[in-house]
């Protein structure tokens, strides 16, 4: 077995015992068991288990990062692009859901993650909202007066809070559909330039 191959086999088996007992229950041994290698063949690719809740979070998020500017970039109405990127984070929430709760709850919890992690990809990923924001700005259909870090935090945050819902409850009662364009229409209507 090739070394990506193996590394991605022990990403993807931390997403799912992570996901099954959460990040500070999860023993190497576990991983090493659900990812079918040796204990040590885990510290071949990673110095410990939060090195491994890292790469899984930047290997992921770089992942969703790539799909959604590949989605908004054949849109050039930015009130469809923000409706774009609302559905597709909670669509890959729906499809993903261990890794949606590892991303939603397990990280959340690891205060050594908060505080030392600097979050570039993240960033990154919610930047892209501002760049919609911004584009939008030029093009005259948003409001000049908007300020695009407040407004990439807030709906981000919107997304956020349904896809923990998503995460906490069997019978939420939304479908994605119907929650990416009521959270979109709801912060573009405060947006539009009238």
Do not use: C
């Amino acid at each position: 077995m090739r070394t990506s191959d193996k590394h991605n086999k022990i990403i993807q088996a931390a997403i799912k015992v992570f996901a099954r007992t959460g990040f500070f229950n999860a023993r190497i041994s576990d991983i090493a068991k659900e990812a079918q290698v040796a204990d040590g063949t885990i510290y071949l690719y990673f110095n410990n288990k939060y090195d491994i809740l890292l790469s899984l979070f930047e290997e992921e998020i770089s992942k969703i990062i790539v799909q959604v500017k590949q989605a908004i970039e054949k849109e050039t109405d930015p009130r469809k692009m923000l409706t774009i990127f609302a559905l597709h984070h909670l669509k890959m929430v729906e499809k993903n859901q261990e890794l949606a709760e590892v991303l939603q709850m397990e990280l959340r919890q690891s205060n050594k993650f908060m505080k030392e992690y600097r979050n570039t990809k993240f960033i990154e990923y919610v930047d892209i909202i501002s760049y919609i924001i911004h584009k939008g700005q030029e093009s005259g259909v948003f409001r000049k007066d908007a300020q695009p870090g407040i407004f990439k935090r807030s709906f981000f945050g919107a997304l956020d809070e349904m896809s923990r819902l998503w995460i906490l409850t069997t019978d939420p009662h939304y479908s994605i559909d119907e929650t990416a364009r009521h959270i979109s229409d709801i912060f573009i209507e405060g947006i539009l330039k009238r």
